[in-house]
């Protein structure tokens, strides 16, 4: 859908990635809250940089899913592309695991399941998303997530803009056929991220960490996690099991799909007996991350012009000056 950036009146930067920032706006027209990302100045004449923003815009054009933001089409705006989605009212996976630490295992399998029949939904589509991580799974006060950022994605009825050879991902949540650059990247290396994020969201850190890339690379290869059964003693074995069967090194002996993941969880979440117990005190949890994140990041407005903040900076530096002066022997 072609859209011009004036049906959109736009409001604070809530993101700035490597290729565009990504705006809060409000369809005028329908005063629809909406994101817009914009491509970054500068950006515009980088063709490898334009082709990926718009293979970005084509793979989002193709999902539908209650699971993945969804797209309102997109446009040019002094030469700059752009594209409108869904804005998500609440926070992110990243901001739930930074409050609480870890989830519960109900919990996780509540996110699990929605988590997979997204990616079932893109892989049916030929997407592979490349990048699943607690920052791009974005959440609603209600529990519900929304994949996004498919900034990196691979869509196999494309020609694929990665360099062969090239690795691509975030180094925590990556397969060990992305770590080597291996061709022919099919969702079993999604299907291994959502192994490391279901681990995450169980112990409160992925399977695999380190100092740097190289370590942690290495631990994908070569090393077995810490069993989950010595970490979440309640963790039900059925789960352990296919969050294990999705860390496997070979992608032929993952699970074969998405919709069998789900299915597990699925057949898991039907013994419950407490469930609108349970899911009114995750809405607490809910809300208690995504609002205390937003009470930190509103400390100091983007909106406020530097010239007003610089004499509080100037009295605050002083008053360190001071500080140091009085505490020196």
Known sequence: MQREIDEFEMKTVIGIGTAGSVYNAIEKCTQRPCAVKLLLPGLSDDANMVSRFEREMLILSKLDHPNIVQYYGGGKHEGRLFYVMEAV?????????????????????????????????????????????????????????????????????????????????SWLYMAPEQIRGASGITGQADLYALGCLLYELLTGRPPFTGEHFAEIFDQHLKDDPQPLANLVPDCPQSLREIIEKLLHKDPYQRPHNARSVQGVMSELKLDWTDDETRYQLELNRLQLAFDSHSAAVQGISRDIPFKQLLPWLLVAIAAAVIATLLTTP
């Not at 695991?97 to 892989?123: D, M, N, P, V």
């Not at 959440?139 to 494309?158: H, N, P, V, W």
């Open 89 to 169: 009212p609440g926070g992110t996976m990243t901001q739930m695991l930074q409050t609480h630490g870890k989830l519960t295992w109900q919990e996780t399998i509540r996110y699990g399941i929605q988590l997979s029949s997204a990616l079932q939904h893109a892989h049916n589509h030929g997407i592979v998303h490349r990048d699943i991580k607690p920052s791009n799974l974005f959440m609603t006060y209600q529990g519900d997530i929304k994949l996004g950022d498919f900034g990196i994605a691979l869509d196999r009825g494309e020609s694929d803009l990665t360099q062969s050879g090239m690795t691509v991902g």
